[in-house]
């Protein structure tokens, strides 16, 4: 499993230097793409598009609508709109399909404590707002902090996207690789963090690089979900740095807006 792992994080990677160069357009095409895991790629669009980039919608709907073309031709309409059905039916085989608790996200997380019910029970209704809510929140705090933490901005909207997805597994978090080395090899200019912030992000960084512990969550304790926890955490540290970055760019321009030099 997990042979398109490597092609969704080089689609995620060109979609971030597009970003990075002011291609908002090319990066909407290329993140269309990637709709071949549409629960990761819809979410980070989403973000993306709430975060202020908004020419990335115009790429993004040219390349889907190539590949629901190209989809409905390969197997037809009535195949293409039985997808959906399929996937809920695959959800509710007991013994095969999709198990919760095998993968990095907050649905995994909450099955290994709760228990694993059929659809729509009661962790989807609670897993539906919070979703809704985290998708939302990123790209607003991204927003405001600004295009110059496209880094810190782009790592946590992959991270939301995946903690919050219906099905995300260890190998999807190669999508990270790249935000997360813009973001440690950054020299000037990055979001100021206090030391709980900076405690909370190593940890989790650790935590995830630590095929040990990972080793030992999958084989001895049979859930591979708790993994989601050091995912949260360097969430969690992002969330905060963009914060800062966000409350400094405020302060700044009122700052500039009571100089007289206007809003820059």
Known sequence: MGQDALLLAFLFAICFWQLDTGKDMGAGVTLGLALFKFQLAIPFFIALWIAGRRRVLPGFAVSASA??????ALV????LLKYPGYLLALNQTTGVGIAPDIQMTLRGLLTLFVGRSPYPGRIHWVLVPVAIGAIVYTGLIWRKAGDRFLAEGFGLAGIVAIVTSYYACSYDLLLLIV???????????????????????????????FTPAYWFAKL?????CLMTL???????????????????AVAE?????????GPG
């Open 253 to 261: 321009r009122q700052a500039r807006l009571a100089n007289g030099q």
């Open 67 to 72: 590949l629901v073309a190209l989809s409905a």
């Open 179 to 209: 935000p997360l080395l813009a973001m440690l090899t950054r020299p000037d200019g990055a979001p100021k963090a206090d030391k709980v912030t900076r405690y909370v992000e190593v940890s989790g960084l650790v935590l995830l690089l």
């Open 76 to 79: 037809g309409w009535r195949g």
């Open 220 to 224: 001895q304790l049979h859930a591979e």
């Open 230 to 248: 050091p995912l949260l955490a360097v969430g969690i540290a992002l969330t905060r740095r963009l914060s800062y970055a966000g409350m400094e």
